[in-house]
């Protein structure tokens, strides 16, 4: 007889026992795979964790209440597997409710507890708990299995039922369903009427786990399963592939189109200029026209720099910077541009703005200087202002630019498109120099709004933050010339470039400076070998390409002087903050840029 | 009788049911043709002929339903399918975690061996004795089942070989799901010595082993992933490619540029020669043809990359 019991207790919780196994892989194969994190996720990892308990309860209850083992234990064992069950479909109940409405990134107390509809799932449940406690199994008759016991196992099935109903009316109120939620309630609708007909059929025999598990094992593979992220995830390389290869050439191109029109042009004036005999006349038409010339190519220098920054902004250079020099470069920039209009310039800088801050000063730089060369190319008459406030927050400053000027103004529809998160490719060439610079601030999670007035004049405002590396302040800024009072007679710089024509002419222009020119590394150095005043190296990386360890190399035998150290500066010839970067991690003290700022240039040769 | 049956049969039942789910989500996603994948297709398909022919075995050895003159077929069948289904799971095994990259012609060897192997002992088999139990639990019994307990020694060998011999090759979720069918097949086994548990497990071993394959290393997200890495190099590459491109392009242009901007700087000086000032004129306007230049040469590479488009 014992022995028919204990095989008829195995039978009855064959379904059991075999789902266990099944499960104990799915709960091993989510577990040690990358999960999402998130609402749906966390009420995902309860469900299996109850579903667990669940099982584990039934098998242990069912074992200890075998001719009567522990029937005290055996029965408040039970009791619990079967609050499992309640714990099981009030779990679901959130669990779809993610789903339907989509919401994954949420306080996990607000979303189950203080909502309303959050709040009457709970008093339901709460009755159901205390009803559930107070009725008791009634006469469990241990050589009867049965897996149905009585009032407190029909509580909990009128429990799910309500979940289940309340979740379907839910789905259906829906609009707009995804395939994978008419999977999933369909699901979550027939899995539980199933097992339950079955049931009541066949009461000796245990359904309940194996079709909570089936339940679970749907929602892995509808919702939870890493294929569908996996997929979705190279569906967004594959985008990504496509923007690098076609999207960076579009816009390359659209601008190499835009941009051969007006060099085609310039070249015509050129030459015009060239043949013209009036040697004043002649001189400031070479001069107007380069100053179009540097425009367009720094022009296509900001979409270079635009397209090498990938969206995740790893390839932005952040580094120390002077505000004085950078409103200096702006402010003649600015003048150099204006040139013979008609417009007065005017900048209004904010004499709480620190002296030195560290971030992307390259981009910093580019997106001001587009958008006060957009300003002063659309106005013919009147003033272009550059105002810039400062909002201090801890050890960061939040800058504030407002660029205006006097022009006719921008039509409503044009504002509203630049305003926009979303421009497509198309609508790039009507609005390309904004466009630019709003993109350059998104990588320095800047903010860029533009508002215009028909017959008054643009107004562009930029907000960005900085980090402040030297409190002093920058007092009342007047834009001075360059310094060429630099005394550094005693050292020497040595120049290693092989195009080195500009960067000699701006150097002769200092008094105490000596400098000497070689082609090639091998000359530079037998040249540090034989002189050891030089302290200072300004050379170009790519005279070499083949040598990435050059700046090392140099530093390591250069002789070593009292109090003044050396420095390997690199001269770059683009203005792609990647590169910046790339020379930094290779050795290099700094960099300078072709063609050469005097600013800049002046900055350097004061550190050296 | 009926519960009878039941008992023997609930487990592969179970354990059937959820393979059906893995074998609806196997075929409903994404499949690969690489060989692990297509051996685990046969394996799926005779997981089903396996498990199906065990139910038809029991239903006719037990009268139930009763296929008077066909049990003999039906249980062969069943040794049959058995066999072949654990020489087909060897195979993927020995061709999976044991062979680092096999060749056509390894695997091609393999299969035969394995197989030539297989037909040989079910020869054997057909020879021997096969005995019926009816109205009991072992439906089928005697002297014929021995060669499939050596098709299944031989199985079982190279199962417990693979993460001794190859574990470099089986990732962290294969050595777990490895581990876990050992697991369950030894607690099944010592339950049913101790407790007399008279199950077919076999059967339900023979289900959960696709199941724990699917998970570990079938499922598309396995071979999804791969593209995915795949497809996450071509883009680093293709943007290193790009990048290097628009670099030597600004470098280009800024090194001509500051050509041209040092002949104006000099041409600006009060001081030069009227000769030397029409000798900056023509520098300058060479440097900027130079420059048109540089631009005409993106315009038509875009030209090229579109007509190599459009042939495509």
Redesign the interface.
Known sequence: MEELVMRDLLVGLAFTIGTFFVLLLLYFVYYFQDRRTGIKADLYRYAIIINAILIISELISSFLLYDKLSPVLGEILLKFHWYTGVMYFYTFYFYADAHLKNINEVDKKEFMFKRKEAKIINIITLAFTIAFCVIQFKDLDYHALSYLPGWPAYIVFTYAVIIVMVTFFKYIKKKNKTKNEVKFVLLFLCVPTIDLALQIVWLNVAFSPTFMAFLLMGCYFLLENPDLYVAQELEETKKALEYTSVHKEYILSLKAQVTNNKILSINQNLYNAISNNDRESSKNDVNNNLTNLVDVIYGMQSVFNTLTIDEDHTKTFEYEYNTKTLLNKLYFYSLNKIKNKNIKLSFEIDPFLPISLYGDENIIFQTLSTCLSTAIDNTNVGKVTLKLRCNFVNNRVLLKFDVSDTSNGLDENIVNKINSDTINDAEIPMIENYYISKKYLSFINGTYVISSNIGAGNNVTINFEQKIINQSKIGDMTFDGVNYNINIANRKILIVDNNSSELKYLLNKYNNINYEVVNNFEECINKIKLDETITTILLNPTIDLTNENMAKTLKSIMPVHQGVSNKVIAILANTVSDTRKKYIEEGYDSFIEKPFNEYDLNELLNKI | MF?RL??SI??P???F??FI?ILL?YFS??RYNTYSNKIYRVLLLLTITTTLTLFFDFFGTDGVVGFKGLEGIFARGYILSTMLWASTYSYYLIATFMLNNPTQKQLRTIKIILYTFNILLFLVSCFLELEYHHRTIYAIGGKALIPLYVEFAVTGTIYLLCPILKYKQMN??QL??HS?ILI?LIIMTVFRFF?????NYFT?IIC?IP??LY??SE???YL??K??EE??K??EK??VE??TK??N???????H??????H?????DPNIS?TD??NE??H??NE??N??EV??S??K??IL?NEKEVRK
Do not use: H, P
């Not at chain 2, 407790?195 to 199950?199: A, K, L, N």
């Not at chain 2, 392009?249 to 090194?255: G, R």
């Open positions: 519960s039941f008992d609930s487990y039942l179970v354990a049911v959820f789910y989500m996603n994404k962290r979720t777990i799901m876990m369950i407790t007399e548990w008279d199950v339900y959960i199941i724990a998970f570990s499922s598309s997200s999804l992933g593209e995915l497809s996450k071509d883009f293709l943007n790009e990048n628009i670099n392009l600004s470098t280009t242009l800024n090194d540029l500051s050509t041209v901007l040092y104006q700087r000099i041409l600006n009227e000032f029409n004129k023509i300058i306007y900027t043809k420059i048109y631009f005409k993106i315009e590479k875009q990359d």
